[in-house]
C-alpha cells in the first residue's frame, strides 16, 4: 500500500450516457482530497500517446447533462501488447501518476487488471460503464438505465405506428450477450415477444404465441430482439415467421447505436457521481485492482478478477415469468 498523490481517469470501450457525471466526480472528489488529477484522452491509447492534460474543478463544469465522454474513448489493440503497456507506463510515471481509475465495460477491465499485475505500483480502480449491465459485482452498470429509456420511447413511438397499419414489428436492441434492456424494454412497452440470449425460444413458439395474438383480436404486435439472441439473425428471423403469419405486414428495425447517446438519466446520473466518489476513496484507502459497483443501494468492491470470471449473469426470474405473462 502506497499513498496516493495523483490519479489519472479515462474512459475506455463504448460509450456510455453517465461516463461524464463519472469523470466530474472523480475529478472533484480527488481536487477536494488534495490530490491531482489527470485527464487520459481515448482509453489506453492515450496512455500510449501520451494524449493527457492536468485536469482542475472547473475541467468538468456544466457536464452533468452530456452524453458521451468529455475525455473520449477508443479501443487500443497496441495496449494488449506487452510493447504497449511498457509505452503507457513510461508514459503515465512520467507525469507522476501513480492511481488509476478506468471506466468501461469488461475489455477496459481486462487491460486494467493486465497492466495493473505487471506494474503493482500503480494502484488501479474500476467503474463499471457499459450499457449492456452485464459485469458481476454491480446491480446496475453505467448507461444501463439511460440506454433501457431510450429504447422504450422508440419503442412507443414505432408502436404507434404498428397500431395505425396492423403491423408487427421486430425490433432489435443492443445487449450482445446480455438481455437486460430487451427485457425491460419488452415489459415496459407491452412487447408481444421477448427473445433474449439467456433464455432459447423456439421460432415454433413464437409463431403460435403471434397467431394465438390474431385470435384474440390483437390489432398489433412487438417482438424485441436482444442482439444476442440465439436463434438467428433478426431478417431471417422475420422471413421465417412471415411465411407462417400472413395476416401481418412484417417490418424491422434495428436500434443501433441511437442506444447509446443521449444525456443521461437522473439515475445514471447520481450513479455517476456516487461510483466516481466511492472509486477514489477506494484509492485513497488503498485498494487496487477492484471493481466499485452498486448493490442493494450500497457501494460495494469487487476484485476485477472476480468482475471478469465467468459468472452466468442472471435475469430476475420475476421479470422472465411475467414477460410471459402480461403478454397474453
Do not use: W
Amino acid at each position: 500500500m502506497h499513498k496516493i498523490s495523483k490519479i489519472g481517469v479515462l474512459t475506455s470501450g463504448g460509450d456510455a450516457p453517465g461516463m461524464n457525471p463519472c469523470i466530474r466526480a472523480v475529478v472533484r472528489t480527488a481536487i477536494y482530497n488534495g490530490l491531482q488529477v489527470v485527464g487520459i484522452r481515448q482509453g489506453y491509447k492515450g496512455m500510449i500517446e501520451n494524449d493527457m492534460y492536468d485536469m482542475e474543478t472547473r475541467s468538468v463544469s456544466n457536464i452533468l447533462s452530456l452524453g458521451g465522454t468529455i475525455l473520449k474513448t477508443a479501443r487500443c489493440n497496441e495496449f494488449r501488447t506487452d510493447e504497449g503497456m511498457e509505452t503507457a507506463y513510461k508514459n503515465i510515471k512520467a507525469h507522476g501518476i501513480d492511481g488509476l481509475v478506468v471506466i468501461g465495460g469488461d475489455g477496459t477491465f481486462t487491460g486494467a487488471l493486465r497492466f495493473s499485475q505487471k506494474h503493482p505500483d500503480i494502484a488501479v480502480i474500476g467503474i463499471p460503464g457499459t450499457i449492456d449491465n452485464d459485469l458481476y459485482g454491480s446491480t446496475y452498470t453505467l448507461g444501463f438505465d439511460t440506454a433501457t429509456n431510450t429504447v422504450i420511447e422508440a419503442i412507443d413511438k414505432i408502436r404507434d405506428t404498428a397500431d395505425s397499419h396492423d403491423r408487427l414489428f421486430f425490433i432489435e436492441v443492443m445487449g450482445r450477450d446480455s438481455g437486460a434492456i430487451a427485457l425491460r424494454a419488452g415489459i415496459s412497452c407491452g412487447a408481444e415477444a421477448i427473445l433474449l440470449p439467456e433464455k432459447s425460444t423456439a421460432i415454433d413458439d413464437l409463431i403460435k404465441s403471434l397467431k394465438e395474438g390474431q385470435l384474440n383480436k390483437k390489432s398489433s404486435s412487438i417482438v424485441i430482439v436482444a442482439e444476442g439472441d440465439k436463434s438467428g439473425g433478426i431478417y431471417d428471423l422475420a422471413k421465417a415467421v412471415q411465411k407462417e403469419v400472413k395476416n401481418y405486414d412484417i417490418k424491422v428495425t434495428i436500434l443501433g447505436h441511437l442506444q447509446r447517446g443521449g444525456s443521461p438519466s437522473s439515475f445514471d446520473r447520481v450513479l455517476g457521481s456516487r461510483l466516481g466518489f466511492a472509486a477514489v476513496n477506494a484509492l485513497i484507502a488503498g485498494h487496487s485492482q477492484k471493481m466499485v459497483g452498486l448493490s442493494a443501494n450500497f457501494i460495494k468492491l469487487t476484485t476485477l478478477e472476480e468482475a471478469l470470471t465467468e459468472h452466468e449473469f442472471k435475469l430476475e426470474p420475476d421479470l422472465l415469468k411475467m414477460m410471459e405473462v402480461l403478454s397474453i
